[in-house]
């Protein structure tokens, strides 16, 4: 079965620490992807980033950055210097890939929710 | 802005009805995935168009149907309301073919209030 599971429900810290967002996963494909979105209290739902099953490669952009490892099937996102405008809900999904079937539609863990206080 | 809009942005209605919410993808996307976000559930997939036809279901109720019609706009049709329907609905949309990796652009939602 698939599964994404953030055990972090909520997380508070002071503006400028780092941060890190917990993000496991069940699958028994091969080929899947991982997703990160991001729910700022206005309640859209912003895509962050997207992360192939066959790039372990950890990505950086500006402030945040995304650690992949298979081997423990987790996708953690780091979020560096917070700033206060980065509180919002954080949802790590799965996307598998197969022919047929449920193909692309995203299984999300039930989110993170972020509060970076001044 | 992710170029997928939703209407009704809120819609309060009384248990039993019928209510029926519409959703544009972005230009030049084939696939619309609804997606339902609730306190006790999370978000939740429901179901996914490709060009016009139905190619995958979640999680969907039998009071619940949708389609996509030829110019590509989705309507999600929620009947015989309970208050448990109460939700924030997503529209998302993805360009190219079915399971390609692309990411999916979300609309900003229909609050449903069934009271």
């Known amino acids: 079965a698939q599964k994404v599971t953030q055990a972090q429900t909520e997380i508070s810290v002071v503006e400028k620490e780092d941060v890190t967002l917990d993000c496991v996963y069940e699958t028994r494909d091969t080929t899947y992807y991982l997703f990160w979105y991001k729910q700022p209290p206005s309640g859209e739902l912003v895509f962050l980033i997207r992360r192939n099953s066959f790039d372990e490669q950890n990505e950086i952009s500006g402030r945040y950055s995304w650690n992949f490892q298979k081997s423990t099937s987790s996708f953690n996102f780091t979020i560096t210097a917070s700033q206060v405008v980065d509180s919002a809900v954080y949802f790590c999904a799965l996307s598998e890939a197969k022919d047929g079937g449920s193909q692309g539609n995203l299984i999300f863990g039930k989110g993170t929710k972020l509060s970076v206080k001044p | 802005d992710s170029g997928v809009t939703q209407t009704p942005k809120h819609l309060i209605t009384a248990t039993g009805q019928r209510v029926t919410l519409r959703c544009s993808p972005r230009s030049g996307d084939l696939s619309v995935y609804w997606y339902q976000q609730s306190l006790d559930q999370g978000l939740q997939f429901l179901i996914q168009y490709y060009n016009g036809e139905e190619r995958a279901k979640g999680n969907i109720l039998e009071r619940f149907s949708a389609q996509q019609f030829p110019d590509l706009h989705s309507e999600l049709n929620l009947s015989s309301l309970e208050l448990g329907d109460s939700a924030l609905y997503f529209c998302?949309?993805?360009?190219?073919?079915?399971?390609?990796?692309?990411?999916?652009?979300f609309g900003p939602g229909t609050r449903l209030t069934v009271l």
């Open positions: 998302a949309s993805k360009e190219g073919v079915v399971g390609a990796p692309n990411e999916q652009f």
